[in-house]
């Protein structure tokens, strides 16, 4: 059975570091044995359809690829369409009420609990929030991603020690959903 799958690159293609063309990854992926391969924007998501490997498997085959082929090492999640719609779905925030700049989901390799959180005070944010639902964090912005300094706090390394995480804006979420329906 062949199953859609997008592949989440992290911090590829960003200021200048870790240039990754959209055109040699999708070579890549089609070398690794996948068809149907798309990829969406220049910041490192690709759909592809495989009949082999689960989640965990695929990335990894991806990640080794990358750094033989490019030199360098990227952090690299595969999700199938029922994960990322339910990620939609469950969404705690009015994502219909709000512009794509203010919510984003932060996607983890692994489980995410509140206690990962413990150090971040979140009142003193308000009202920039977030909420942790599963191996994905949502994150409510009111000024957007680049300004917000609840994100410059989730995003530090002690926080997201042990895990790949990446993240992307509302409209990448929809997009990615509807790039991996069967």
Not at 70 to 93: E, T, W
């Amino acid at each position: 059975m062949t199953t859609t799958y997008a592949a989440l690159l992290r911090g590829i293609n960003v200021g200048g570091n870790k240039k990754l063309p959209m055109a040699e990854l999708r070579t890549l992926l089609e070398e690794l044995g996948h068809s149907d391969v798309r990829t969406y924007l220049q910041s490192g998501q690709a759909v592809f359809s495989s009949a082999h490997g689960d989640e965990e498997s695929l990335a990894a085959a991806l990640t080794a690829a990358i750094e033989k082929r490019f030199g360098f090492a990227v952090g690299v999640l595969v999700r199938d369409h029922a994960y990322l719609r339910a990620v939609a779905d469950a969404c705690p925030f009015p994502a219909a009420e709000l512009e794509a700049k203010q919510l984003h989901a932060t996607y983890f390799s692994g489980p995410v609990d509140e206690e990962r959180f413990a150090g971040i005070d979140r009142a003193a944010r308000l009202p920039e929030d977030f909420r942790l639902g599963d191996r994905v964090l949502y994150l409510y912005t009111p000024v957007g991603l680049g300004r917000s300094k609840l994100a410059e706090q989730l995003g530090r390394p002690r926080v997201n020690k042990g895990l790949i995480a990446t993240t992307r804006n509302w409209n990448t979420v929809l997009k990615l959903v509807e790039m991996t329906r069967p």
